[in-house]
């Protein structure tokens, strides 16, 4: 089966892309401070800094656009978005959000205390953010595979069991409002959980009383690469295994920028109708009516055409085969990535990459940094600057991981895209020891990714 797979879309419109000079790149990166996103989208000549609101949207959802349907009470286009949420994901109830963090923030105070623990399949930045804004303390349940970025696990996604049930034996079920599982997980590096795992873990939660809720952002290609890997699935449609992966949780979180295919929106959907009920009030004092949640009737419409296209077993196919064309090229130069190949992204492995750098200097923004210069595209850091400080000590938290994404925007580049950045990654990798590290010179208090600015320290490279 070595047949090639071509993009399964042809192209109706175009966005011409911009080419700067060598200067005019280095200008522009210290203007933004060494951080990427502080670069201006137009001196960005392929944009892989996230997968979040830039696919491209098809025909058939710029039409449905033109349907929005505006009321601001009972809007058609709401009751678009909640019947294909409700067919596509199966969940018995959804609330409309402006984006994925919208529904965090209404699910963490909904239903967290004070003193609360809840265990996640390693972190992300917002869920845990507003977790830790409602008082309770995040704990990694994530395998421990899920760390070591040469580990070869297909689904390193995969909750510790034993982990989980001794965080329950240690803190009891009561202070456990509900475990946040990520599928799939994309600070591992896009990695998939197997649906036997969404499965135990359920049943040990249920056990418990305890509930489940995905952050399902990532949830259609997690079904791809459980159609490829687990075995049973292979000839089921992606649509039946992501129902079947639902049916292991009692409702989501969803940033519909991601696998909905669309540009802005979100919703949380839960089977609960206790939950459900305060949910709607919630929503009226942070995202608008539930109704709407902080989006037009025409981004409702889009979303709704879009949940449907993206479980297409062709779209999907050849998303998880763009990332992985990308991410074949580097391993076979050689390039140290996290492996496997994740769903969305390719990560690079700034350690390995930079050996000569300590974690102080930034490894993974300085390689973010020069992968601009060299060739205009934009990566995003996921090391240390991500992950923050740690509020008690206010240390650096150091994650063992220290990398670089590569995030492939859904049916925006071609392959053609993909190979001029492998090009570029190959050739930095080949002068490797001429990449200097960063010093931190503005720190924002939270999320500092998103803002700091960096300077390089001239003797830590070569
Ligand atoms: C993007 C993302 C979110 C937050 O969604 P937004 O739409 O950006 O607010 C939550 N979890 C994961 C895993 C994400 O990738």
Redo the contacts with the bound molecule.
Sequence with gaps: MNKRVAEPYKIKSVETLKMLSYEERERALILGGYNTFLLRSEDVYIDLL?D??TSAMSDLQWAALMRGDEAYAGSKSWFSLESAVREVYGYRFVIPT???????NLLSQLKIHQGDFVPGNMY????RAHQELNGATFVDVIIDEAHDPTHEHPFKGNVDLSKLESLIQRVGPDKIPYVSL?V????AGGQPVSMKNMRDTYELCHSHGISVMF?A??CVENAYFIKERESGYADKPVKDILQEMMSYSDGC?M????DCLVN???FLAMNDEDLYTRARELVVLYEGMPSYGGMAGRDMEAMAQGIYEAVDDNYIRHRIQQVRYLGQQLIDAGVPIVRPIGGHAVFLDARQFLPHLRQDEFPAQALAAALYLDSGVRAMERGIVSAGRNKVTGEHNRPKLELVRLTIPRRVYTDNHMDVVADSVISLYEKRDTVSGLEMVYEPPTLRFFNARFAPVPSSGK
């Design positions: 996230t979040s609101g402006h984006q994925g963090r919208g529904a965090e992300f930045t917002t869920t990520a799939t997980v994309n600070l952050d952002t990532r979180t940033s519909g920028k991601k802005i929106g979100g």
